[in-house]
């Protein structure tokens, strides 16, 4: 079996390295957090999209490349790499692989073109206060001229810079429905959250919000949620493998300079033990990340991959990072060196649409539905 990446794939790879390398450089993103305000590098956005990379997988006929989810999950791995302050994940698979799955055309045309030049910022409110993105308890209720949109919606990435946000409401006798709404609509309120990773969330507590019926995704509003929920959670998988590698990397890098007893770090036994441990879990990473982008992009079911590779970017995840503050002691605390923004970013992507326990559950009522 080939496990190498296609000439394309890899071409992909490179270019986000390239330019994520060049423009989003930790004395640059720090220096974008410094400024206050919204954790967003437009700059930096706006550089990707006329790279192609923000509508790496929009269709040619909307403005983008019309590539596959592994491109899409190794350009998500040179973010999570830099921990870059940009809506890739929002923009490109929360609302953009929906779109471009389930939408009318005229919902494409609509959405996607702006997607792809980095013009506009689209996201998804898959989570209310119950914490399970397959809870819904927004309503919408039909009438005349569309619907009427009541509930709350927490934790919406990129929430309040949307210009369009995929929500999904429960319609009149149970079915679940997902509308596009624009978030300055009459009725809509917004509220920004701080995150530990910095990254911008807001709640939006919908009061009456009027949306057209031609704004409803065509299709069963569940099957699209469900489908939604499991990209968005191998993409943050991919998320996590950057963050872990460069963890790793920069850990490395310190334990051969730092020296303790006139000898580098790096040389103690129990040092080499735990960053062995931490290599081991970012392969681990690796593997079932890369085992779930590969069933996605081959149209194949997904889902049991998914939560299994979730499980690992959640608990291998948190345990490399760890493993890096402590190997660097005070120094990886300091938010003049990069080590604390992959730290904070791993748990945050550790909780995001389920942490480790939700994903050991969902495995588990796999196996217990498989036949005797």
């Known amino acids: ?118 013009e506009a910022v689209l996201t998804a409110a898959l989570v209310e206060d119950s914490g399970d993105a397959g809870a819904v308890a927004t309503t919408a209720t039909q009438q005349d001229d569309g619907y009427r949109l009541d509930g709350r919606k927490i934790c919406v990435p990129f929430g309040q810079l949307a210009d369009c946000v995929l929500v999904p409401a429960v319609e009149a006798g149970g079915e679940l429905g997902v509308f596009l709404v624009d ?58 493998l950057g963050a872990c590698e460069e963890a790793l990397a920069l850990t490395a890098e310190y334990s051969k300079t730092r020296k303790q007893f006139d000898m580098p770090i790096a040389q103690f036994q129990a040092v080499g033990h735990r960053q062995a441990d931490a290599y081991i879990d970012t392969e681990a990473i690796r593997l079932t990340a890369w085992q779930a982008a590969s069933r996605i992009a081959d149209g194949l079911p997904a889902s049991t991959e998914v939560a299994l590779a979730k499980f690992w970017a959640a608990e291998g995840g948190a345990r490399v990072v760890h493993a890096a503050q402590h190997l660097h002691g005070g120094v990886g605390v300091d938010r003049d060196y990069p080590l604390h923004r992959y730290f904070l970013y791993a748990k945050q992507l550790e909780l995001t649409l389920g942490g480790s326990t939700q994903q050991l559950l969902k495995i588990g009522q796999h196996l217990a539905e498989l036949p005797a």
């Open 183 to 240: 978030p300055a609509s009459e009725g809509c309120e917004l509220t920004e959250l701080d995150t530990t990773s910095g990254q911008p969330e807001a709640i939006l507590t919908l009061a009456g919000v009027r949306v057209a019926a031609a704004d409803r995704l065509p299709g069963a509003g569940k099957e699209i949620v469900e489908w939604i929920a499991d990209r968005a959670n191998a993409a943050l998988c991919w998320l996590a």
């Open 1 to 118: 079996m080939d496990f190498s990446f296609s000439d394309d794939e890899q071409a992909v790879a490179d270019l986000a390295k390239q330019i994520l390398g060049d423009l989003a450089s930790h004395e640059h993103v720090r220096k974008v957090e410094k400024a206050g305000g919204a954790r967003f590098d437009r700059g930096l956005w706006k550089a990707m999209a006329e790279a192609g990379l923000s509508g790496i997988a929009v269709p040619e006929s909307c403005g983008g490349a019309g590539l596959g989810f592994l491109e899409l999950a190794l350009i998500a791995e040179q973010i999570g790499r830099r921990a870059a302050p940009v809506p890739f994940i929002e923009c490109a698979v929360l609302a953009g692989l929906p779109l471009a799955e389930f939408g009318s055309e005229d919902q494409k045309q609509r959405w996607l073109p702006g997607l792809a030049a980095g």
